[in-house]
C-alpha cells in the first residue's frame, strides 16, 4: 500500500539522481544534502502550521497575498506533464486543473486533497523566494576543476525540489487529512516522528522560523 502521493524523506533522495549535476556531487554526500532539505522544508512547513493554525493552503496563500489561479488544462509539455507553476515576480501560482484531476485519480486522492499538496509544494518555492533563500544553495559544485584547483560553484536544482517535498508532506501530514487511514501506517508514524524532531531543531536554530510563528518576540521576553 501507498502511504503518501509525493515522495517521503527516503525517496525523495532520488531527486537528485535526475539533477544535471549529480555526476559532480561526491557519492558520501548525497543522503545528506538531501536529508538537509526536507528537513527544511520540513521545519518551514511547522512553522506555517504554527503561524496559521487550522488553516487550509488556499487560505494560507491568500493570507500571504499570493495569487493562486486555477486553469483547466491539462499541462503537457514535451513528455512531461505539469500541475503548477511559481513565478515570484508577480507571486503568482498557476494550478492546471485537468492535470491535477488525473494525478488525483491515479493516486485515489478527491481533488480537494491533491490542489492542497501541490499548493502547498509551491507554497515553499515562494518561502524560498521570499524568506528562506533557495534551498539549492544549500550545496555547491565547482564549475571546473583542474587538478585541486576548483573554479566557480553551481547550485543543485533539486534541493529546492526535495524541501518542497518535505515541506508538502509535512503540511499535510499535519493537517486535517491525517485522519484518512489510507494514508497511514505504523511505519509512516515512525517516520514522521523522526522527521519532526529533526525538523524542531532546525526551527529552534533559524531567527527565519521563529521569525514566521513569533517566537523571537517569545524568547526575547522570556
Known amino acids: 500500500m501507498r ?67 486555477y486553469i483547466p488544462r491539462d499541462q503537457i509539455a514535451g513528455k512531461v506533464r505539469y500541475f503548477s507553476e511559481y513565478y515570484s515576480g508577480p507571486k503568482k501560482i498557476y494550478m492546471y486543473s485537468n492535470s491535477i484531476e488525473k494525478w488525483a485519480e491515479s493516486n485515489k486522492l478527491e481533488k480537494e486533497d491533491a490542489c492542497e499538496l501541490i499548493l502547498s509544494h509551491e507554497f515553499f518555492h515562494h518561502l524560498e523566494c521570499t524568506r528562506l533563500g533557495l534551498t539549492s544553495k544549500q550545496y555547491t559544485v565547482p564549475r571546473f576543476r583542474i587538478g585541486n584547483v576548483k573554479i566557480g560553484a553551481m547550485t543543485i536544482r533539486a534541493l529546492s525540489e526535495i524541501g518542497a517535498h518535505g515541506f508538502s508532506y509535512t503540511f499535510y501530514q499535519n493537517r486535517n ?11 509512516v508514524n515512525d517516520m514522521v516522528f523522526s522527521g519532526h524532531k529533526k525538523a524542531e531543531k532546525i526551527f529552534e536554530d533559524n531567527p527565519v522560523m521563529r521569525f514566521l510563528t513569533g517566537k523571537n518576540k517569545e524568547k526575547n521576553h522570556g
Open 3 to 69: 502511504s503518501f502521493p509525493f515522495p517521503d524523506k527516503i525517496v525523495s533522495r532520488d531527486e537528485l539522481t535526475r539533477d544535471l549535476l549529480y555526476e559532480k556531487i561526491p557519492k558520501e554526500d548525497l543522503n545528506t544534502i538531501a536529508d538537509k532539505a526536507w528537513e527544511t522544508g520540513a521545519a518551514a512547513a511547522q512553522a506555517i502550521l504554527e503561524a496559521y493554525p487550522g488553516k487550509t493552503m488556499a487560505e494560507i496563500a491568500r493570507a500571504e497575498y499570493l495569487k493562486v489561479e
Open 177 to 187: 487529512v491525517q485522519s484518512k487511514d489510507y494514508l497511514r501506517n505504523h511505519a
